[in-house]
């Protein structure tokens, strides 16, 4: 405990590292599955295409757009996953099947998980 050498870390550090052998790349453009959260304080209404609310990813909140597949215009509030492409206003750290939340304030409205890393 004592006298012994650790990494530092930076504010909102947890000192966890990625598992071994993942790869965490910066990224502004991914496609996910995404679901919204309809209880516990979640949404009522549903959400349209170009919906811009806060992803928090481990560490780093970032606000972005989500962007619907051709055919869907909205997506309710305790629905099924949807395969959604996102864009962030600037680059975080993440890695294929990496879960994050959505946040719309201090609220968090859902959750999703990283499926492909576009750029």
């Known amino acids: 405990m004592f006298k012994k050498s650790r990494n530092p870390g930076g504010a ?16 502004s453009e991914f496609e996910a599955r995404f679901l919204l959260i309809a ?6 209404t549903p959400v349209f295409n170009h919906y811009r609310p806060t992803f928090r990813f481990d560490d780093s909140c970032v606000q972005g ?46 959750t999703g998980q990283v499926t492909r890393i576009i750029r």
């Open 39 to 44: 209880g516990q304080g979640g949404r009522r």
């Open 65 to 110: 757009t989500v962007t619907f597949p051709e055919g869907i215009e909205m997506v309710m509030p305790g629905g099924d996953w949807t395969d959604v492409t996102i864009q962030l206003t600037q680059a975080t750290l993440m890695a294929d099947s990496m879960h994050f939340s959505i946040h719309e304030g201090d609220r968090s409205v859902g």
């Open 12 to 27: 909102g550090h947890d000192g966890l590292t990625a598992p071994v052998g993942v790869t965490m790349v910066a990224c």
